[in-house]
């Protein structure tokens, strides 16, 4: 960044942050300046003790606001490029007022989660709060809505609603295509959905895990084969082997370090001995699903940075300073930068840098080396300041979103039965197994008895009864099958956040427990449940089963009671709940359970329970 006076001359001066140290992530350096913002717009940045550079920072009107920033850094706010903020449990806005807390100013949202319960009437709740929320809440239109045919989900969104939504300017581009054998294959209407949000100028988000070769080419180029990067970013790698292939094939890679699955270590650790300076033009952090009380407790993008300063400091040799400024740099530069195409569609400032021209979103430190956030700026605008937000939570009425249950009847203990082959006295199952940390499943085969001609769960060997309900239309779809990995002894657990269609889920030892807490979940009209020899505790989502209306503390605390009466129960992985919502996305390799059946999901299809 070229610091100097450009732009200030003759502009309104709002907003003048005085004495700080500005960290310019393009050079990747620190430089005493005073930043200028006129509007929602970076007017001049003004290094101090430049001959012939002048201050017209110290020319302030009685209505500008001042900032003193002395001994502390500014810097540009953080970039969160793809995140689904109903996995966080928590409404937009409750998100929004945590999130700007810990320097987040922009996030890309794709929210299919609710979409797949409540189709466009959801996204227009995406859209409303956006309005409302303290920082930039960019809405991708959702690809995927079925995710697939292998699921029944609460609504569709259809190529007319996508045609309707990208029309929006609050709408960046086409949320992650998930259905990459319909791009690859070229079969339905994935791949005019592409064509859609790429004619109108805006972005399109990939989502191809261990895709590779000639079909990672024609995915990347929504099967044209043109050298045309149409679908530009990916956060589904887990090996670097993978997302080195995916950057040198032209897309930028998402290192996601969410909640469920961590990726950050590994693969930074392999694109600093593997990549090359160019390959890290590329390069940019996500969170994609994160825990509220990780959220709460260590922060959202800033834990990021904090963690691959640490990589950087260890793997690279870099001090700590520049580790964090190299990492400030892909949370925060990176993801604007490949946003671009989305922000000259709409003629808008992109934001990223602290630079003229750019839009206002900074951020005040009190600490670089820790990165703590004193003072958060958006559009110009101070939205966080020493501890305190200028405004509170606005009031929204969720009442249209909270009859999310229709199940049809109560369940009974027949409902979770798995009938045996007829005279066998024990089979091998297809199992899923839970990966700590990881949305990918693994796929495992197992010797069950045969008692009374049905299976049944077996805690010895930590198998247990893993059953799925289709929850929006009452048409008694279900499956059943199990589960190893969670180290549940007794009792059972259910939650109505099962992605992406988000259908009833429950796991257990016994076919009457089970019942007995489905039965409650569904009373309750959606969220989460444990059931312990204390009885059934219950966690209320009342906003379409998978968000809650309560503030973020009380509801960080609600939900650890209930992990701790999961644990009581003998289960040994750190995030029960979170474990369990990924169990039935049948997009994420290896093994999954829909209300449909078993899913092979390497190979795209159903297979049967019982192996041999």
């Given at each position: 960044m070229a610091l100097c006076l450009t732009g200030a001359v003759g502009r309104r001066m709002?907003?003048?942050?005085?004495?700080?140290?500005?960290?310019?992530?393009d050079a990747e350096r620190v430089v005493p300046a005073d930043v200028v913002v006129s509007g929602?717009?970076?007017?001049?940045?003004?290094?101090?003790?430049?001959?012939?550079?002048?201050?017209?920072?110290?020319?302030?009107?009685?209505?500008?606001?001042?900032?003193?920033?002395?001994?502390?850094?500014?810097?540009?706010?953080?970039?969160?490029?793809?995140?689904?903020?109903?996995?966080t449990m928590l409404s937009p806005l409750e998100f929004a007022w945590t999130a700007v807390r810990h320097g987040t100013t922009t996030v890309v949202v794709d929210p299919h989660e609710i979409a797949n319960v409540c189709g466009r009437k959801g996204v227009q709740l995406f859209?409303?709060?956006?309005?409302?929320a303290p920082i930039d809440i960019l809405v991708a239109a959702p690809s995927c809505v079925p995710a697939t045919n292998m699921e029944d989900a609460g609504a569709a969104i259809t190529l007319e609603d996508i045609r309707?939504?990208?029309?929006?300017?609050?709408?960046?581009?086409?949320?992650?295509?998930?259905?990459?054998?319909?791009?690859?294959?070229?079969?339905?209407?994935?791949?005019?959905?592409?064509?859609?949000?790429?004619?109108?100028?805006?972005?399109?988000?990939?989502?191809?895990?261990?895709?590779?070769?000639?079909?990672?080419?024609?995915?990347?180029?929504?099967?044209?084969?043109?050298?045309?990067?149409?679908?530009?970013?990916?956060?589904?790698?887990?090996?670097?082997?993978?997302?080195?292939?995916?950057?040198?094939?032209?897309?930028?890679?998402?290192?996601?370090?969410?909640?469920?699955?961590?990726?950050?270590e590994r693969l930074l650790t392999y694109l600093l001995q593997n990549?090359?300076?160019?390959?890290?033009?590329?390069?940019?952090?996500?969170?994609?699903?994160?825990?509220?009380?990780?959220?709460?407790?260590?922060?959202?993008?800033?834990?990021?940075?904090?963690?691959?300063?640490?990589?950087?400091?260890?793997?690279?040799?870099?001090?700590?300073?520049?580790?964090?400024?190299?990492?400030?740099?892909?949370?925060s530069r990176n993801a604007a930068r490949h946003y671009g195409r989305y922000y000259a569609s709409v003629n808008a400032p992109a934001p990223g840098v602290v630079a003229p021209g750019k839009r206002a979103n900074l951020l005040v430190l009190d600490s670089l080396l820790?990165?703590?956030?004193?003072?958060?700026?958006?559009?110009?605008?101070?939205?966080?300041?020493?501890?305190?937000?200028?405004?509170?939570?606005?009031?929204?009425?969720?009442?249209?979103?909270?009859?999310?249950?229709?199940?049809?009847?109560?369940?009974?203990?027949?409902?979770?039965?798995?009938?045996?082959?007829?005279?066998?006295?024990?089979?091998?199952?297809?199992?899923?197994?839970?990966?700590?940390?990881?949305?990918?499943?693994?796929?495992?085969?197992?010797?069950?008895?045969?008692?009374?001609?049905?299976?049944?769960?077996?805690?010895?060997?930590?198998?247990?009864?893993?059953?799925?309900?289709?929850?929006?239309?009452?048409?008694?779809?279900?499956?059943a099958g199990f589960v190893r990995g969670l180290g549940l002894r007794r009792g059972a657990l259910a939650c109505t956040v099962a992605h992406d269609s988000h259908n009833l889920i429950v796991v257990g030892v016994d076919d009457s427990e089970m019942a007995d807490l489905a039965n409650a979940v569904i009373r309750m009209g959606g969220g989460m449940a444990v059931l312990s020899s204390h009885g059934i505790e219950l966690l209320p989502l009342p906003i379409a089963g998978l968000m809650s209306d309560r503030p973020i503390a009380e509801f960080v605390t609600a939900l650890e009671r209930l992990d701790q009466a999961v644990h009581k129960l003998g289960c040994s992985h750190p995030s029960p709940f979170m474990a369990l919502s990924f169990l039935a996305l049948p997009v994420i390799p290896e093994l999954k359970m829909t209300n449909r059946g078993l899913v092979d999901v390497n190979r795209f299809q159903f297979v049967d329970l019982v192996a041999g």
């Amino acid at each position: 960044m070229a610091l100097c006076l450009t732009g200030a001359v003759g502009r309104r001066m709002d907003l003048v942050i005085q004495n700080g140290l500005v960290v310019d992530v393009d050079a990747e350096r620190v430089v005493p300046a005073d930043v200028v913002v006129s509007g929602d717009t970076v007017a001049a940045v003004v290094e101090r003790g430049v001959a012939g550079a002048g201050s017209d920072a110290g020319r302030v009107g009685p209505q500008t606001q001042v900032i003193d920033a002395t001994g502390c850094y500014v810097c540009p706010g953080l970039f969160d490029p793809h995140l689904h903020i109903e996995s966080t449990m928590l409404s937009p806005l409750e998100f929004a007022w945590t999130a700007v807390r810990h320097g987040t100013t922009t996030v890309v949202v794709d929210p299919h989660e609710i979409a797949n319960v409540c189709g466009r009437k959801g996204v227009q709740l995406f859209l409303d709060q956006a309005d409302l929320a303290p920082i930039d809440i960019l809405v991708a239109a959702p690809s995927c809505v079925p995710a697939t045919n292998m699921e029944d989900a609460g609504a569709a969104i259809t190529l007319e609603d996508i045609r309707e939504l990208i029309a929006d300017r609050r709408v960046c581009g086409l949320g992650e295509m998930m259905n990459f054998p319909g791009i690859v294959h070229g079969f339905g209407d994935a791949r005019a959905k592409v064509d859609l949000a790429w004619d109108a100028g805006k972005n399109v988000d990939g989502h191809c895990p261990m895709v590779s070769g000639a079909d990672l080419r024609t995915y990347i180029t929504n099967g044209r084969n043109d050298g045309v990067i149409r679908i530009s970013s990916d956060h589904e790698s887990t090996r670097g082997e993978e997302a080195l292939e995916k950057i040198r094939d032209g897309m930028t890679v998402a290192v996601r370090e969410g909640s469920a699955s961590r990726d950050l270590e590994r693969l930074l650790t392999y694109l600093l001995q593997n990549g090359t300076p160019a390959d890290f033009e590329h390069v940019m952090f996500c969170s994609d699903d994160i825990d509220p009380a990780e959220l709460l407790e260590d922060g959202h993008l800033d834990r990021i940075i904090r963690r691959a300063a640490r990589i950087l400091v260890e793997t690279a040799g870099l001090s700590r300073e520049q580790a964090v400024i190299r990492a400030l740099r892909l949370a925060s530069r990176n993801a604007a930068r490949h946003y671009g195409r989305y922000y000259a569609s709409v003629n808008a400032p992109a934001p990223g840098v602290v630079a003229p021209g750019k839009r206002a979103n900074l951020l005040v430190l009190d600490s670089l080396l820790e990165f703590r956030v004193r003072t958060t700026i958006v559009g110009g605008r101070v939205v966080f300041d020493h501890n305190e937000l200028p405004d509170t939570v606005p009031a929204f009425d969720y009442t249209p979103f909270t009859r999310s249950m229709n199940i049809g009847r109560a369940l009974t203990p027949a409902d979770f039965a798995i009938p045996a082959p007829q005279g066998r006295t024990e089979v091998d199952v297809r199992c899923i197994r839970a990966i700590e940390f990881s949305v990918l499943t693994g796929a495992e085969t197992l010797r069950v008895q045969v008692r009374d001609g049905q299976l049944h769960a077996d805690p010895a060997q930590d198998l247990a009864k893993l059953a799925v309900f289709e929850r929006h239309h009452a048409t008694g779809k279900r499956a059943a099958g199990f589960v190893r990995g969670l180290g549940l002894r007794r009792g059972a657990l259910a939650c109505t956040v099962a992605h992406d269609s988000h259908n009833l889920i429950v796991v257990g030892v016994d076919d009457s427990e089970m019942a007995d807490l489905a039965n409650a979940v569904i009373r309750m009209g959606g969220g989460m449940a444990v059931l312990s020899s204390h009885g059934i505790e219950l966690l209320p989502l009342p906003i379409a089963g998978l968000m809650s209306d309560r503030p973020i503390a009380e509801f960080v605390t609600a939900l650890e009671r209930l992990d701790q009466a999961v644990h009581k129960l003998g289960c040994s992985h750190p995030s029960p709940f979170m474990a369990l919502s990924f169990l039935a996305l049948p997009v994420i390799p290896e093994l999954k359970m829909t209300n449909r059946g078993l899913v092979d999901v390497n190979r795209f299809q159903f297979v049967d329970l019982v192996a041999g």
